[in-house]
């Protein structure tokens, strides 16, 4: 028998364990579960009435407690919580009794899962997906390029966008991805390469700003004594610094010298000829790494009457890199070097698909891929370069390259088996890094050395920069934040917010969330944190005071100046911040465009943190906005509204957690009245505990570990897998909740834990009768 309540999903396992510490007793299911939700469940939940489409009354043992375990969760957090059975029902079970059914539950699935043999389920291949495009042709072939941005949308499954089941593959898909390839391959290889790139600054745009001639020439003296422009230098190599320049002088003065810098370094003194204006070019070749650079022309004669020399600049050259090539063509170049024509082909292709399909290529596709090459070179008088650039192209339009295969020696076999090296290398690669693996990630693969350094593996990969991937793609969709990109307030009631704002709020959390990652702290700091970043904008909003930013000289200070400018680390002492939750930009997306809204802060909290969804909305029941008879601060109205029956079983969970956070504005800002009333963040929760305001709620939500801890390892691990959890998941989650808790539930942690359960390091084939699971 299949339970059909999906409002019960994704309660928390484990949550009333110490309710049961002590009954060495065993428990039977029939004799105990089955005489409780008879007197206590079946009125609303059984025979004619099924309310929550849940009908109790069928069930008559627990032979499919496995199989409906999230509704059976779901069961446990209603009656543990206190909200069921509801308030009204003057017959209510004891304590002893709660503890007395939790034992049997809790036994029946040990029972279960006891006799359960290991299953890690079946992950669909799915092509990557646009994020998983762009960072894998970042990666692959070093092109700053971002084709995916006029790929269609990707469809999203379980609250994510890189699950298999729904990543279809369209017509559109095909065109796109062969236009892609066609582009970025010539991006990649030149064929012709082009001249080294030229920048040149006019005198009138050098600085410092000052005089400026008709004829576009400028003169040095004393005062300024040089002449200087600053250039981003992306690619590192050589360059050329090339001035022109010409000079006066009286006919027994000392000649003009004029010097080259770039930096502090001086290059070349150069004597610069009298009697012409325009004068001719000064040039020095040097090498330079990449980053910023500041070029500058000095005249040396100094201290000198003004009269007798000058030395006139005319306009400034920086050209370069003069190796023209890409950077992946400089990573081919070292590729079988200097080693015959036949050899170096086959070596260049080998490694190049290693790369591209994630794992060595077979013989077949080496000796197709090895002619490609080959033809695409012999169409330009045997170009080297027109040969490569066909290689990519040809690749980047292949199923292996554009789908995450993984292979398998047996597919039929419903046995588990482990996935092979380079395949867990390729998992771990796009659930951290939304990319490829990386050289190091391939290297152990190669030697079959990766799945016994998966913890130090896992340690390295989130200390990479690359890890901003995790945020990005599992963060901000885990917390719902692509809406704020669309969220639009009511600029009437809010005129402060613009787009500088709504970039601020995101990057905080993007930041707070990296801080966690990176600095490996405790997920529990999710919820409840000291600490944020914040812009000068976003310290605005928040009322934060003496916050020190750099100012323009680079010097700290703590004044509060226009614009966003930099995010700076602060510490929240007190505790009306810090956490997600009373984050802007949490706060805004859970708000409506003219007010606040508890009920959505509080359904998100119960989502996206608890992972305790509430159950739906009855039909026919009007939006607060449209009952129009109601008056009062947003809290007196929502009482009136929760008075009616067809209402309070929605608002009974929600709204006391979203009034807590009453005192944050639709825009995230602190205030003490909703229009000319003081605003009361106080409540109770359906369990009877009381709190007053954001800070003591986050506390009792902190307390909840349990909870939190699985949400996250639900969510992480759907995330990771690329598909829904099933009942036979249970085993592993319940493994990577205890490992968390046992290290204190740092981040790293709960990352280790995912990559080397079952589910993430194995596989199965798939039996002729079995269905695949549709993703929700």
Not at 84 to 101: V, Y
Not at 185 to 201: E, G, H, I, M, S
Not at 529 to 555: C, I, M, Q, W
Not at 679 to 691: E, H, Q, S, T, W
Request: hydrophobic fraction near 35%.
């Amino acid at each position: 028998m299949k339970l059909n309540s999906p409002w019960l999903l994704g309660a928390a396992l484990g949550l009333w364990l110490g309710a049961v510490q002590g009954h060495s007793a065993p428990v039977d299911f029939r004799k105990v579960a089955l005489p409780f939700m008879e007197k206590y469940c079946y009125e609303c939940h059984g025979g004619k009435k099924t309310k929550a489409d849940l009908d109790l009354k069928q069930i008559k043992d627990d032979k499919t407690i496995l199989q409906d375990h999230k509704q059976w969760r779901g069961i446990l957090h209603q009656l543990n919580t206190g909200e069921m059975p509801p308030q009204k029902q003057t017959l209510r079970p004891s304590p002893a009794e709660i503890t007395a059914f939790n034992q049997a539950i809790e036994e029946s699935f040990a029972r279960a899962e006891a006799k359960m043999p290991l299953d890690p389920g079946r992950v669909t291949s799915r092509r990557l997906n646009r994020t998983e495009y762009n960072n894998t042709v970042r990666d692959l072939l070093a092109v700053d390029y971002n084709p995916a941005e006029n790929f269609p949308a990707d469809d999203i499954g379980y609250g994510f966008d890189n699950i298999g089941d729904v990543l279809s593959m369209s017509p559109v898909h095909l065109e796109r991805y062969l236009d892609a390839a066609e582009g970025i391959a010539a991006r990649a290889v030149f064929v012709d390469p082009p001249k080294p790139a030229t920048r040149t600054t006019a005198a009138n745009f050098l600085e410092p700003g000052g005089y400026r001639s008709e004829n576009g020439v400028r003169p040095v003296t004393n005062s300024p004594p040089e002449l200087f422009v600053r250039h981003e230098i992306k690619i590192a190599g050589k360059y050329a610094f090339r001035v022109r320049a010409g000079a006066t002088n009286a006919a027994d003065a000392e000649a003009v010298h004029m010097a080259l810098l770039v930096g502090d370094k001086e290059l070349t003194n150069s004597i610069v000829t009298a009697g012409s204006r325009r004068g001719k070019e000064f040039e020095v070749e040097l090498d330079l790494p990449a980053g910023e650079h500041r070029f500058s022309a000095r005249f040396v004669n100094r201290d000198t009457n003004v009269t007798d020399r000058i030395l006139f600049i005319n306009e400034f050259k920086v050209i370069g890199p003069a190796d023209v090539r890409t950077d992946f063509m400089r990573r081919v170049a070292d590729v079988g070097a200097g080693k015959p024509d036949a050899i170096r082909v086959r070596e260049v292709v080998e490694w190049f698909l290693t790369r591209a399909f994630r794992r060595p290529p077979t013989k077949s596709e080496m000796a197709r891929y090895e002619n490609v090459l080959s033809e695409g070179r012999a169409m330009v008088k045997d170009r080297f370069e027109a040969g490569l650039q066909e290689l990519v192209r040809a690749v980047l339009s292949s199923p292996k390259f554009l789908f995450r295969v993984e292979l398998d020696s047996r597919p039929d076999s419903p046995a588990p088996h482990g996935l092979d090296e380079f395949q867990l290398a390729s998992r771990m690669s796009y659930f951290l890094w939304s990319t490829m693996p990386d050289e190091e990630l391939l290297s152990l693969a190669a030697r079959k050395q990766l799945t016994p350094n998966l913890g130090a593996q896992v340690r390295r990969m989130l200390k990479d920069p690359k890890s901003v991937a995790l945020v990005q793609n599992f963060g901000l969709q885990w917390l719902q934040l692509q809406r704020l990109s669309t969220f639009q307030p009511d600029a009437t009631m809010f005129p402060d917010f613009n787009e500088g704002l709504r970039k601020s709020m995101l990057r905080e959390t993007e930041l707070f969330l990296g801080e966690i990652i990176r600095e490996d702290r405790s997920v529990l700091e999710l919820v409840d944190a000291d600490f944020t970043y914040v812009n000068r904008t976003l310290a605005r909003h928040y009322g934060l005071e003496n916050v020190a930013f750099k100012d323009s000289s680079g010097s700290r200070s703590g004044r509060r100046q226009q614009g966003g400018g930099e995010f700076v680390r602060v510490n929240l002492p007190e505790k009306q911040r810090g956490g997600l939750l009373t984050q802007a930009s949490i706060l805004t997306v859970t708000s409506n465009p003219t007010r606040t809204s508890p009920v959505k802060r509080g359904k998100w909290v119960l989502e996206q943190i608890l992972g305790t969804p509430p159950p739906p909305p009855p039909p026919n029941v009007p939006e607060l906005d449209e009952q129009h008879e109601l008056k009062g601060t947003l809290r007196q109205r929502m009482e009136q509204h929760r008075s009616n029956p067809a209402c309070s079983s929605c608002h009974q969970q929600m709204d006391a957690l979203g009034f807590a956070f009453e005192n944050f504005d639709a825009i995230g800002r602190f205030r003490a009245k909703d229009g000319e009333g003081v605003i009361d963040p106080a409540g109770a929760l359906p369990d009877g505990r009381m709190f007053n305001g954001p800070s003591e709620l986050k506390g009792i939500l902190r307390d909840k570990k349990e909870l939190l801890a699985r949400n996250l390892t639900e969510k992480m691990m759907i995330y990771g897998l690329g598909r829904g959890l099933e009942f036979y998941d249970e085993r592993a989650i319940k493994k990577t909740m205890a490992e968390l808790a046992q290290a204190d539930y740092k981040f790293s942690a709960l990352v280790s834990s995912i990559v080397k359960s079952d589910p993430f390091r194995m596989r199965r084939g798939k039996e002729s009768n079995e269905p695949l699971a549709s993703a929700k």
